[in-house]
């Protein structure tokens, strides 16, 4: 009898414990049960997101981002990929504030650093520097926030970062021929400012009339530019192949600016062609010695200006000119002091001439805007013949007056 009640009391613990284990898988199985989850996401490096997800079988699922739900139904178990959000771009100017900006920056500008002068116009979007248009374009470097104003251009050699609103310049080498750094960029030259208006230095003071004329390309091609004195910074760097020195006269050529690196010195000699190794590379100029023979007119120099009354644009020019820099772009000029200026009509010395001697506040209707070459002189020098025809005209201007 003991042995039948222990035997039924096994059983029963048996099947309580079947019972039990029946029930838990029976829970698992069922999909109408119900659990309750709740997951967080890792920190996102942009912005962190604590994000709670309620799954639900058989329901909905609630997912919730930083205070957002959003309700998702499903018959399983859901799930939901958080994905960082994008790290927001720096917002640039918009059109209507770049239009802005460029109407504000219309006519003609100077960059200056120390002596040298860049002088440029600009409108549209654009500048012209002596003849060549270029476009600016808005910043893209940090250093620069096109939000504050920053465009840049490429012109001789340089980059320049212009900002339009303050009126600040940085210019870096393109080449390498500056080291310093500014801000984690290479090649740093240094900082200037933009100007209004055409700011042109002070000429060099004349070594006894000497001159040296730059070219552009070999055998005296492309642009000239003429120096005298001492000059710091050419105004086409590391842009020239030709080269003429007058007799009597001396130039030595750098490498660097301020007369800085290599040196090559040439004396009284056209040279059609610098060498591979100077070819582009010039950046500063001594010129010395004095002129010797022709009309130089030692150490006189005239000043042409490009509107009447002295104004506009205004060119210095010593000794014999074959060619203006400004071509038929000549109202009024100044010499004296015991020099005189003979202008004339064509380049090369050739058609009509006039002789000055003091200043002259309008040429007059004939020569206005028709000069294209000059000789500046001593006023002790004969004064040139004129030709038939311009006799002719000179005595029909008596005849109306």
Known sequence: ??????????????????????????????????????????????????????????????????????????????????????????????????????????????????NFRLIFSAGGGFITINGHRIRLVISNRAQFPAMSGWFYFTYGGYLYFINIIRFQVYRFSVNGSCRSNFKGLPRYCGIGRVVRGQQRPAPARPSGGCYVDFYQHINYG???????????????????????????????????????????????????????????????????????????????????????????????????????????????????GGCCVIIYEHGNFGGRSQRYCSPVKFVGGWWNDKMSSLKVVRGDEPEEELDEEEEEVEDEKEEEK
Request: proline letters at 3%.
């Open 1 to 114: 009898m003991a042995n039948m009640k222990l035997l039924i009391v096994l059983a029963a613990a048996f099947l309580f414990v079947n019972c039990i284990k029946a029930e838990e898988k029976e829970e698992k199985s069922d999909p109408m049960t119900i659990t309750r989850k709740v997951y967080y996401s890792k920190p996102v490096v942009t912005h962190q997101v604590v994000t709670h997800h309620q799954v639900i079988h058989g329901g909905s699922t609630q997912v919730i981002h930083g205070g957002t739900v959003t309700h998702h139904v499903s018959g399983g178990s859901s799930h939901h990929v958080v994905k960082p959000k994008p790290k927001p771009k720096p917002a640039g100017p918009s059109v209507t504030v770049i239009n802005v900006w460029f109407r504000k920056f219309v006519g003609w500008w100077t960059i200056m650093f120390g």
């Open 222 to 336: 492309g642009v000239r530019n003429r120096y005298s004195g001492a000059v710091r910074l050419v105004s086409r760097n590391d842009d020239m192949s030709s080269l003429k020195v007058p007799r009597g006269c001396c130039a030595t050529i750098y490498e660097h600016g301020n007369w800085q690196g290599r040196s090559q010195r040439y004396c009284s000699r056209d040279v059609r062609f610098v060498g591979g190794w100077w070819n582009d590379k010039v950046s500063s100029v001594r010129v010395s010695g004095n002129l010797a023979g022709g009309h130089s007119g030692g150490s006189c120099r005239a000043e042409i200006f490009q509107h009447a009354n002295f104004g506009g644009v205004r060119e210095f020019y010593s000794g014999d000119v074959r060619q203006v820099r400004r071509n038929d772009d000549m109202s009024s000029l100044k010499v004296g």
